[in-house]
């Protein structure tokens, strides 16, 4: 199965610029001093679509990225993800640095907590308006 990415291409930042996909893309395979078709030969992917990528006019499939972050040593996430994008809100930053003290046990027990609620999240998503509305009364109008 080839899967697409159908989003907008990602930024990322450098310093105070926002860097696309695309851009990072160009500046990884300059800094290996590759030319499109070095990289195109490297990971396997046609020249054309390469150049695609870094016009921003397409995105890669999940294989294309696997075949760039192999290729690049790097991860598919630092492709696709803005340094801080996938860390938790700052709401939540402190009560996730306090739990490195908590002992295996506890952080088990935190785990599972965290993971509840986030399955009931996804199921609630899932489950369909009428479905969850509760029950109206039946009326008795009298015959």
Not at 34 to 62: C, M, N, W
Not at 67 to 73: H, L, S, V
Request: proline residues 5%; aromatic residues 6%.
């Amino acid at each position: 199965m080839n899967l697409t990415f159908t989003m907008q291409a990602p930024s990322i930042r450098i310093g105070r610029c926002a860097v696309s996909f695309a851009q990072r893309l160009i500046s990884l395979r300059r800094e290996q001093g590759l030319t499109q078709q070095g990289f195109a030969d490297a990971t396997g992917i046609h020249v054309q679509q390469i150049k695609r990528y870094e016009a921003g006019t397409s995105q890669p499939s999940a294989e294309a990225l696997k075949k760039i972050a192999r290729r690049f040593g790097v991860t598919t996430d630092w492709l696709l993800f803005e340094e801080t994008e996938r860390d938790p809100d700052d709401d939540f930053r402190l009560q996730f640095e306090a739990m490195r003290q908590l002992s295996p046990e506890e952080k088990a027990v935190a785990r599972s907590v965290i993971e509840g609620l986030l399955l009931k999240h996804v199921a609630r998503r899932w489950i369909k308006p009428e479905e969850s509305a509760p029950a109206k009364p039946a009326s008795n109008t009298g015959g």
